[in-house]
Protein backbone atom coordinates (compact mmCIF):
# COMPACT_ATOMS: atom_id res chain seq x y z
CA UNK A 1 0.00 0.00 0.00
CA UNK A 2 1.24 3.17 -1.09
CA UNK A 3 -0.01 6.96 -1.11
CA UNK A 4 -0.08 7.62 -4.77
CA UNK A 5 -1.31 11.50 -4.59
CA UNK A 6 -1.63 13.29 -1.27
CA UNK A 7 -4.91 14.64 -0.87
CA UNK A 8 -6.08 17.97 0.99
CA UNK A 9 -3.68 18.12 4.27
CA UNK A 10 -6.12 20.55 6.03
CA UNK A 11 -8.52 18.07 5.96
CA UNK A 12 -6.40 15.22 6.28
CA UNK A 13 -5.89 17.43 10.49
CA UNK A 14 -9.19 17.15 10.75
CA UNK A 15 -10.53 13.80 9.88
CA UNK A 16 -7.36 11.24 10.07
CA UNK A 17 -7.64 8.77 13.14
CA UNK A 18 -4.63 8.33 15.48
CA UNK A 19 -6.12 5.44 17.49
CA UNK A 20 -8.50 3.25 16.13
CA UNK A 21 -11.70 1.79 18.78
CA UNK A 22 -10.60 -1.97 19.76
CA UNK A 23 -13.98 -3.17 19.51
CA UNK A 24 -15.71 -1.27 16.57
CA UNK A 25 -16.95 -2.89 13.75
CA UNK A 26 -15.62 -1.40 10.54
CA UNK A 27 -17.06 -0.64 6.99
CA UNK A 28 -15.90 1.07 3.83
CA UNK A 29 -16.55 4.95 4.08
CA UNK A 30 -19.34 6.34 1.43
CA UNK A 31 -16.91 8.84 0.75
CA UNK A 32 -14.51 6.40 -0.72
CA UNK A 33 -13.88 5.55 -4.14
CA UNK A 34 -12.66 2.49 -5.77
CA UNK A 35 -11.11 2.26 -9.13
CA UNK A 36 -8.99 -0.48 -10.67
CA UNK A 37 -7.35 -0.85 -14.09
CA UNK A 38 -4.69 -2.74 -15.59
CA UNK A 39 -4.43 -4.87 -12.25
CA UNK A 40 -3.69 -1.63 -10.34
CA UNK A 41 -5.49 -0.62 -7.69
CA UNK A 42 -7.00 2.88 -6.20
CA UNK A 43 -8.77 4.20 -3.52
CA UNK A 44 -9.48 7.42 -3.20
CA UNK A 45 -11.18 9.22 -0.30
CA UNK A 46 -13.41 12.29 -2.06
CA UNK A 47 -13.00 14.17 1.00
CA UNK A 48 -9.29 14.59 1.36
CA UNK A 49 -8.78 14.01 -1.95
CA UNK A 50 -6.07 11.59 -1.27
CA UNK A 51 -5.30 8.61 -3.42
CA UNK A 52 -3.87 4.82 -2.23
CA UNK A 53 -2.89 2.11 -4.50
CA UNK A 54 -3.83 -1.22 -3.04
CA UNK A 55 -1.55 -4.43 -3.71
CA UNK A 56 -3.77 -6.82 -4.72
CA UNK A 57 -3.97 -8.87 -1.61
CA UNK A 58 -5.18 -5.65 -0.24
CA UNK A 59 -8.05 -4.64 -2.41
CA UNK A 60 -9.11 -8.69 -1.55
CA UNK A 61 -9.35 -7.87 1.76
CA UNK A 62 -10.81 -4.77 1.38
CA UNK A 63 -13.37 -6.33 -0.93
CA UNK A 64 -14.77 -8.33 1.75
CA UNK A 65 -16.36 -5.62 3.72
CA UNK A 66 -18.64 -4.44 1.10
CA UNK A 67 -20.46 -8.25 2.19
CA UNK A 68 -20.03 -7.33 5.86
CA UNK A 69 -18.33 -5.45 8.51
CA UNK A 70 -14.94 -6.56 9.78
CA UNK A 71 -13.79 -6.15 13.37
CA UNK A 72 -9.80 -4.17 13.61
CA UNK A 73 -7.92 -7.44 13.78
CA UNK A 74 -8.64 -8.23 10.25
CA UNK A 75 -8.05 -4.92 9.06
CA UNK A 76 -4.55 -5.17 11.10
CA UNK A 77 -4.15 -8.78 10.09
CA UNK A 78 -4.43 -7.62 6.16
CA UNK A 79 -2.59 -4.27 6.45
CA UNK A 80 -5.35 -2.30 6.32
CA UNK A 81 -4.88 0.22 9.04
CA UNK A 82 -3.69 3.40 7.31
CA UNK A 83 -7.16 2.97 5.11
CA UNK A 84 -8.66 3.36 8.65
CA UNK A 85 -6.79 6.29 9.84
CA UNK A 86 -7.60 8.13 7.16
CA UNK A 87 -11.31 7.75 7.05
CA UNK A 88 -11.46 5.50 4.05
CA UNK A 89 -12.69 2.90 6.53
CA UNK A 90 -14.69 3.96 9.00
CA UNK A 91 -16.76 2.35 12.11
CA UNK A 92 -20.17 0.93 11.40
CA UNK A 93 -21.84 4.28 12.74
CA UNK A 94 -20.08 6.85 11.45
CA UNK A 95 -21.64 9.74 10.31
CA UNK A 96 -19.39 10.90 6.70
CA UNK A 97 -22.40 13.84 5.99
CA UNK A 98 -21.99 15.06 9.59
CA UNK A 99 -18.32 15.21 9.35
CA UNK A 100 -18.29 16.86 5.84
CA UNK A 101 -20.54 19.64 7.47
CA UNK A 102 -18.26 19.74 10.21
CA UNK A 103 -14.81 19.92 7.74
CA UNK A 104 -16.47 22.58 6.21
CA UNK A 105 -17.46 24.50 9.20
CA UNK A 106 -14.21 24.31 10.28
CA UNK A 107 -12.08 25.24 7.41
CA UNK A 108 -14.13 28.39 6.92
CA UNK A 109 -13.70 28.89 10.43
CA UNK A 110 -9.97 28.69 10.24
CA UNK A 111 -9.90 30.65 7.23
CA UNK A 112 -11.98 33.92 9.16
CA UNK A 113 -14.84 35.53 7.11
CA UNK A 114 -13.42 38.65 4.81
CA UNK A 115 -15.69 41.51 5.26
CA UNK A 116 -17.06 42.84 2.12
CA UNK A 117 -17.55 41.96 -1.45
CA UNK A 118 -14.73 40.71 -3.19
CA UNK A 119 -16.20 39.19 -6.33
CA UNK A 120 -19.03 40.65 -8.81
CA UNK A 121 -20.47 39.34 -12.22
CA UNK A 122 -21.28 42.00 -14.09
CA UNK A 123 -23.65 42.07 -17.41
CA UNK A 124 -23.10 45.14 -19.21
CA UNK A 125 -25.60 44.59 -21.75
CA UNK A 126 -27.52 41.46 -22.27
CA UNK A 127 -27.52 42.55 -26.06
CA UNK A 128 -25.76 40.22 -28.53
CA UNK A 129 -24.80 39.86 -32.00
CA UNK A 130 -25.19 36.33 -32.11
CA UNK A 131 -28.24 34.33 -32.23
CA UNK A 132 -26.97 31.08 -31.01
CA UNK A 133 -29.76 28.15 -31.56
CA UNK A 134 -28.95 26.94 -27.94
CA UNK A 135 -29.26 29.94 -26.02
CA UNK A 136 -30.66 29.95 -22.74
CA UNK A 137 -30.90 33.58 -22.29
CA UNK A 138 -33.21 33.72 -25.54
CA UNK A 139 -36.58 35.45 -25.33
CA UNK A 140 -34.77 37.82 -21.86
CA UNK A 141 -35.46 41.10 -22.31
CA UNK A 142 -32.38 43.21 -24.59
CA UNK A 143 -31.06 45.88 -22.10
CA UNK A 144 -27.90 47.86 -21.94
CA UNK A 145 -26.39 49.34 -18.46
CA UNK A 146 -26.45 53.72 -18.82
CA UNK A 147 -23.40 55.51 -18.20
CA UNK A 148 -25.17 56.60 -14.75
CA UNK A 149 -25.86 53.31 -13.75
CA UNK A 150 -21.78 52.19 -14.59
CA UNK A 151 -21.35 55.12 -12.29
CA UNK A 152 -23.24 53.94 -9.47
CA UNK A 153 -21.42 50.53 -9.79
CA UNK A 154 -18.41 51.86 -9.62
CA UNK A 155 -19.39 53.64 -6.31
CA UNK A 156 -21.00 50.57 -5.14
CA UNK A 157 -18.28 48.78 -5.52
CA UNK A 158 -16.09 51.20 -3.33
CA UNK A 159 -18.43 51.28 -0.35
CA UNK A 160 -18.65 47.79 -0.31
CA UNK A 161 -15.40 46.05 -1.19
CA UNK A 162 -14.15 46.70 2.27
CA UNK A 163 -10.12 47.45 1.24
CA UNK A 164 -10.19 44.26 -0.74
CA UNK A 165 -8.65 43.44 -4.01
CA UNK A 166 -11.53 42.85 -6.48
CA UNK A 167 -12.52 40.37 -9.00
CA UNK A 168 -14.93 41.22 -12.25
CA UNK A 169 -16.45 38.84 -14.32
CA UNK A 170 -17.80 40.05 -17.67
CA UNK A 171 -20.74 38.25 -18.77
CA UNK A 172 -23.87 38.95 -21.30
CA UNK A 173 -25.79 38.92 -23.75
CA UNK A 174 -22.26 39.29 -25.53
CA UNK A 175 -20.20 42.13 -22.69
CA UNK A 176 -17.69 43.41 -25.80
CA UNK A 177 -21.09 45.26 -27.13
CA UNK A 178 -20.88 47.50 -24.22
CA UNK A 179 -17.36 47.69 -24.68
CA UNK A 180 -17.18 51.32 -23.85
CA UNK A 181 -19.47 50.61 -20.79
CA UNK A 182 -16.70 48.09 -19.53
CA UNK A 183 -13.74 50.88 -20.20
CA UNK A 184 -15.41 53.30 -18.25
CA UNK A 185 -16.43 51.25 -15.09
CA UNK A 186 -12.39 49.97 -14.98
CA UNK A 187 -11.34 53.38 -15.81
CA UNK A 188 -13.26 54.80 -12.84
CA UNK A 189 -11.62 52.11 -10.33
CA UNK A 190 -8.18 52.39 -11.56
CA UNK A 191 -9.04 56.56 -10.97
CA UNK A 192 -10.16 55.85 -7.56
CA UNK A 193 -6.84 52.77 -7.33
CA UNK A 194 -9.45 49.61 -6.21
CA UNK A 195 -6.79 46.95 -7.29
CA UNK A 196 -8.86 45.16 -9.66
CA UNK A 197 -8.52 42.27 -12.05
CA UNK A 198 -10.97 40.80 -14.50
CA UNK A 199 -12.13 37.71 -16.44
CA UNK A 200 -14.67 37.98 -19.59
CA UNK A 201 -17.10 35.13 -21.45
CA UNK A 202 -17.40 36.13 -24.85
CA UNK A 203 -18.08 34.95 -28.40
CA UNK A 204 -14.61 36.83 -28.88
CA UNK A 205 -16.18 37.96 -32.44
CA UNK A 206 -16.35 41.94 -31.66
CA UNK A 207 -12.25 41.53 -30.26
CA UNK A 208 -9.84 44.07 -32.50
CA UNK A 209 -5.98 44.08 -31.87
CA UNK A 210 -6.75 47.26 -30.76
CA UNK A 211 -9.49 46.02 -28.05
CA UNK A 212 -7.01 42.95 -26.80
CA UNK A 213 -4.49 45.56 -26.10
CA UNK A 214 -7.69 47.71 -24.13
CA UNK A 215 -8.58 44.69 -22.42
CA UNK A 216 -5.43 44.16 -21.24
CA UNK A 217 -4.42 47.47 -20.47
CA UNK A 218 -7.23 48.73 -18.88
CA UNK A 219 -9.56 45.89 -17.89
CA UNK A 220 -7.11 44.65 -16.37
CA UNK A 221 -7.83 41.42 -18.20
CA UNK A 222 -6.49 38.20 -17.24
CA UNK A 223 -8.41 35.03 -18.68
CA UNK A 224 -11.52 35.05 -21.27
CA UNK A 225 -13.40 31.63 -22.05
CA UNK A 226 -14.15 32.21 -25.43
CA UNK A 227 -17.38 30.02 -26.65
CA UNK A 228 -17.32 27.89 -30.00
CA UNK A 229 -19.27 24.86 -31.22
CA UNK A 230 -16.65 22.75 -33.06
CA UNK A 231 -16.20 22.44 -36.68
CA UNK A 232 -16.26 25.97 -38.89
CA UNK A 233 -19.63 24.70 -40.31
CA UNK A 234 -21.26 23.85 -37.05
CA UNK A 235 -20.09 27.05 -35.52
CA UNK A 236 -20.89 29.12 -38.34
CA UNK A 237 -24.65 27.57 -38.39
CA UNK A 238 -25.16 27.08 -34.46
CA UNK A 239 -24.30 31.25 -33.97
CA UNK A 240 -26.22 32.41 -36.60
CA UNK A 241 -24.19 35.54 -36.41
CA UNK A 242 -26.25 38.95 -37.51
CA UNK A 243 -23.60 40.24 -39.85
CA UNK A 244 -22.17 36.80 -40.90
CA UNK A 245 -19.84 38.45 -43.03
CA UNK A 246 -18.30 39.86 -40.59
CA UNK A 247 -18.53 37.71 -37.83
CA UNK A 248 -17.99 34.44 -37.97
CA UNK A 249 -15.61 31.08 -37.35
CA UNK A 250 -12.52 33.37 -38.82
CA UNK A 251 -13.25 36.65 -37.09
CA UNK A 252 -12.82 34.13 -33.51
CA UNK A 253 -9.91 32.80 -34.49
CA UNK A 254 -7.83 36.07 -34.72
CA UNK A 255 -9.46 37.34 -31.73
CA UNK A 256 -8.63 34.57 -29.84
CA UNK A 257 -4.70 35.20 -31.04
CA UNK A 258 -4.89 38.48 -30.20
CA UNK A 259 -5.45 37.83 -27.01
CA UNK A 260 -2.81 35.31 -26.27
CA UNK A 261 -0.75 37.83 -28.13
CA UNK A 262 -1.54 40.26 -25.10
CA UNK A 263 -0.64 37.50 -22.72
CA UNK A 264 -3.95 37.02 -21.44
CA UNK A 265 -5.62 33.58 -21.43
CA UNK A 266 -7.63 32.45 -23.70
CA UNK A 267 -9.90 29.10 -22.92
CA UNK A 268 -11.73 28.39 -25.36
CA UNK A 269 -14.79 26.43 -24.16
CA UNK A 270 -16.19 23.94 -27.16
CA UNK A 271 -19.73 23.62 -26.54
CA UNK A 272 -20.72 19.76 -27.64
CA UNK A 273 -24.10 17.83 -28.24
CA UNK A 274 -25.38 15.11 -30.44
CA UNK A 275 -25.70 17.05 -33.54
CA UNK A 276 -21.61 18.38 -33.67
CA UNK A 277 -19.93 15.17 -32.06
CA UNK A 278 -19.17 13.28 -35.24
CA UNK A 279 -16.73 16.49 -36.41
CA UNK A 280 -15.24 17.23 -32.87
CA UNK A 281 -12.28 15.54 -33.81
CA UNK A 282 -11.26 17.22 -36.60
CA UNK A 283 -12.00 20.16 -35.14
CA UNK A 284 -9.68 19.61 -32.55
CA UNK A 285 -6.76 19.10 -35.20
CA UNK A 286 -7.81 22.50 -36.69
CA UNK A 287 -7.08 23.40 -33.59
CA UNK A 288 -4.03 22.13 -33.57
CA UNK A 289 -2.41 23.61 -36.51
CA UNK A 290 -3.87 27.15 -35.72
CA UNK A 291 -2.18 27.41 -32.57
CA UNK A 292 1.36 25.97 -32.92
CA UNK A 293 1.87 28.29 -29.83
CA UNK A 294 -0.08 27.24 -26.62
CA UNK A 295 1.36 29.27 -24.32
CA UNK A 296 -1.32 31.21 -23.84
CA UNK A 297 -4.77 28.89 -25.28
CA UNK A 298 -6.58 25.89 -23.80
CA UNK A 299 -9.33 24.02 -24.77
CA UNK A 300 -11.98 22.05 -22.97
CA UNK A 301 -15.24 20.10 -24.13
CA UNK A 302 -18.27 20.87 -22.41
CA UNK A 303 -21.99 19.40 -22.83
CA UNK A 304 -24.51 22.42 -23.74
CA UNK A 305 -27.29 22.47 -21.01
CA UNK A 306 -29.65 21.12 -23.24
CA UNK A 307 -27.54 17.77 -23.76
CA UNK A 308 -26.23 17.68 -19.91
CA UNK A 309 -30.06 17.33 -19.02
CA UNK A 310 -31.11 14.78 -21.73
CA UNK A 311 -31.47 11.03 -21.18
CA UNK A 312 -28.52 10.08 -23.28
CA UNK A 313 -25.96 12.54 -21.25
CA UNK A 314 -23.69 9.48 -20.17
CA UNK A 315 -23.11 8.18 -23.27
CA UNK A 316 -22.33 11.97 -24.54
CA UNK A 317 -20.08 12.64 -21.85
CA UNK A 318 -17.96 9.06 -22.66
CA UNK A 319 -17.53 10.24 -25.61
CA UNK A 320 -16.37 13.76 -24.17
CA UNK A 321 -13.73 12.11 -22.31
CA UNK A 322 -12.56 9.87 -24.93
CA UNK A 323 -12.11 13.18 -26.85
CA UNK A 324 -10.22 14.61 -24.33
CA UNK A 325 -7.86 12.01 -24.49
CA UNK A 326 -7.03 12.77 -28.20
CA UNK A 327 -7.05 16.42 -27.30
CA UNK A 328 -3.94 15.56 -25.10
CA UNK A 329 -2.16 13.54 -27.41
CA UNK A 330 -2.42 16.37 -29.69
CA UNK A 331 -0.96 18.54 -27.00
CA UNK A 332 -3.87 21.15 -26.87
CA UNK A 333 -3.85 22.13 -23.18
CA UNK A 334 -6.58 21.80 -21.16
CA UNK A 335 -8.65 23.80 -18.79
CA UNK A 336 -9.12 21.23 -15.99
CA UNK A 337 -10.38 24.25 -13.52
CA UNK A 338 -13.77 24.50 -15.11
CA UNK A 339 -14.57 21.22 -13.90
CA UNK A 340 -13.55 22.38 -10.50
CA UNK A 341 -10.63 19.63 -9.89
CA UNK A 342 -8.83 21.13 -7.70
CA UNK A 343 -6.86 19.26 -5.00
CA UNK A 344 -8.12 21.32 -1.89
CA UNK A 345 -11.89 21.27 -1.14
CA UNK A 346 -14.04 24.03 -2.01
CA UNK A 347 -15.65 25.33 1.16
CA UNK A 348 -18.44 27.10 -1.26
CA UNK A 349 -18.43 25.72 -4.68
CA UNK A 350 -20.09 28.44 -6.63
CA UNK A 351 -21.15 32.01 -6.32
CA UNK A 352 -24.46 31.42 -4.89
CA UNK A 353 -22.89 29.39 -2.27
CA UNK A 354 -20.40 32.35 -1.41
CA UNK A 355 -21.48 33.02 2.05
CA UNK A 356 -22.41 36.86 0.39
CA UNK A 357 -18.78 37.72 -1.30
CA UNK A 358 -20.35 37.59 -4.48
CA UNK A 359 -22.96 38.88 -6.45
CA UNK A 360 -24.06 39.28 -10.00
CA UNK A 361 -25.43 42.38 -11.21
CA UNK A 362 -28.02 43.06 -14.27
CA UNK A 363 -27.78 45.97 -16.74
CA UNK A 364 -30.09 48.17 -14.58
CA UNK A 365 -28.22 47.17 -12.03
CA UNK A 366 -30.43 44.28 -10.16
CA UNK A 367 -28.47 41.99 -7.38
CA UNK A 368 -28.41 38.03 -8.41
CA UNK A 369 -26.77 34.92 -6.54
CA UNK A 370 -26.38 33.45 -9.83
CA UNK A 371 -26.18 34.68 -13.82
CA UNK A 372 -28.63 31.39 -14.84
CA UNK A 373 -31.11 31.85 -12.40
CA UNK A 374 -34.20 33.84 -12.74
CA UNK A 375 -34.75 37.59 -13.34
CA UNK A 376 -37.38 36.96 -10.43
CA UNK A 377 -35.04 36.21 -7.91
CA UNK A 378 -33.38 39.60 -7.54
CA UNK A 379 -33.10 40.67 -3.73
CA UNK A 380 -32.00 44.12 -4.50
CA UNK A 381 -30.10 46.52 -6.31
CA UNK A 382 -27.01 48.48 -6.15
CA UNK A 383 -29.14 51.48 -5.43
CA UNK A 384 -31.07 50.51 -2.15
CA UNK A 385 -29.15 47.72 -0.92
CA UNK A 386 -31.05 44.62 -0.02
CA UNK A 387 -34.81 45.38 -0.67
CA UNK A 388 -36.16 41.96 -0.16
CA UNK A 389 -34.41 40.87 3.06
CA UNK A 390 -36.65 37.27 3.35
CA UNK A 391 -35.22 36.18 0.01
CA UNK A 392 -32.22 37.56 0.66
CA UNK A 393 -31.92 35.18 3.85
CA UNK A 394 -32.97 32.07 2.12
CA UNK A 395 -30.42 31.71 -0.71
CA UNK A 396 -27.57 32.90 1.71
CA UNK A 397 -28.98 30.34 4.60
CA UNK A 398 -26.77 27.38 4.88
CA UNK A 399 -28.73 24.26 2.94
CA UNK A 400 -28.38 20.76 4.24
CA UNK A 401 -27.54 17.59 1.49
CA UNK A 402 -30.53 16.63 0.01
CA UNK A 403 -31.01 12.75 1.74
CA UNK A 404 -30.39 11.16 -1.31
CA UNK A 405 -27.16 12.95 -1.50
CA UNK A 406 -25.63 12.14 1.86
CA UNK A 407 -24.52 8.81 1.02
CA UNK A 408 -23.14 9.82 -2.23
CA UNK A 409 -19.44 9.49 -2.27
CA UNK A 410 -18.95 13.12 -4.43
CA UNK A 411 -21.14 14.97 -1.79
CA UNK A 412 -18.37 17.48 -1.10
CA UNK A 413 -17.85 18.29 -4.77
CA UNK A 414 -21.31 19.46 -4.74
CA UNK A 415 -22.79 22.83 -4.18
CA UNK A 416 -25.63 23.06 -1.17
CA UNK A 417 -26.72 25.96 -3.08
CA UNK A 418 -30.55 25.60 -3.91
CA UNK A 419 -29.92 22.04 -4.72
CA UNK A 420 -32.50 20.57 -7.60
CA UNK A 421 -33.34 24.58 -8.07
CA UNK A 422 -29.87 24.71 -9.29
CA UNK A 423 -29.19 25.34 -12.88
CA UNK A 424 -26.66 23.48 -13.02
CA UNK A 425 -28.11 19.81 -11.39
CA UNK A 426 -29.03 17.37 -13.59
CA UNK A 427 -30.30 13.87 -12.77
CA UNK A 428 -27.59 11.55 -13.48
CA UNK A 429 -25.35 13.97 -11.91
CA UNK A 430 -23.68 10.71 -10.04
CA UNK A 431 -22.82 8.85 -13.21
CA UNK A 432 -21.29 12.07 -14.53
CA UNK A 433 -18.81 12.59 -11.36
CA UNK A 434 -18.15 8.44 -11.56
CA UNK A 435 -16.79 9.41 -15.60
CA UNK A 436 -15.32 12.19 -14.89
CA UNK A 437 -12.95 10.72 -11.58
CA UNK A 438 -12.12 7.44 -13.44
CA UNK A 439 -10.92 10.07 -15.91
CA UNK A 440 -8.91 11.59 -13.52
CA UNK A 441 -7.49 8.22 -11.92
CA UNK A 442 -6.79 6.46 -15.35
CA UNK A 443 -4.39 9.20 -16.16
CA UNK A 444 -3.05 9.28 -12.92
CA UNK A 445 -2.18 5.75 -12.99
CA UNK A 446 -0.41 6.61 -16.46
CA UNK A 447 1.59 9.20 -14.73
CA UNK A 448 0.15 12.43 -15.58
CA UNK A 449 -1.80 14.61 -12.87
CA UNK A 450 -4.96 15.74 -14.86
CA UNK A 451 -5.65 17.97 -11.12
CA UNK A 452 -3.85 21.20 -9.61
CA UNK A 453 -4.23 23.39 -7.56
CA UNK A 454 -6.54 26.43 -8.53
CA UNK A 455 -5.10 29.87 -9.42
CA UNK A 456 -5.68 31.19 -5.64
CA UNK A 457 -4.18 28.39 -4.38
CA UNK A 458 -1.00 28.59 -6.46
CA UNK A 459 -0.33 32.15 -5.54
Not at 72 to 78: A, E, G, P
Not at 132 to 160: H, Q
Request: charged share 25%; proline share 4%; glycine share 6%.
Amino acid sequence: MKILKKGDKRVAGIINKKTLGEDALYRISSLSYRYSKGGRYLIRNTLSFEVTELTEQENTALSQLDDAPVTLDFIRDNGLEQLARSRCIVETDYDEAGKYRQVIFLLKTMAGRKEGITSYTILPTTACNARCTYCYEDGIAVRSMSPDTADRLVDYICENRAGHKVSLHWFGGEPTAAAHIITRICTALSEREVPFTSDMITNASLITRALAREAKEVWHLRRVQVSLDGYRTDYELRKRYLDPAGHNYDTAMRAVHYLADEGIKADMRVNIDTENLPRIEAFLHDIKAEFPDTSNISLYLALLFQAQHSADCIPLYKELFRLSDIQKQLGIPQNFASDHKSVRIRTNYCMADSDGKSVVIAPDGSFNNCEHLPEGRSWGNIFFGVTDPALYKRLFAPVLPDEQCEKCPFLPECTPFYKKGCPGWFEQCREYHSLRLESILGRLLEGTDSERLSETEEQ
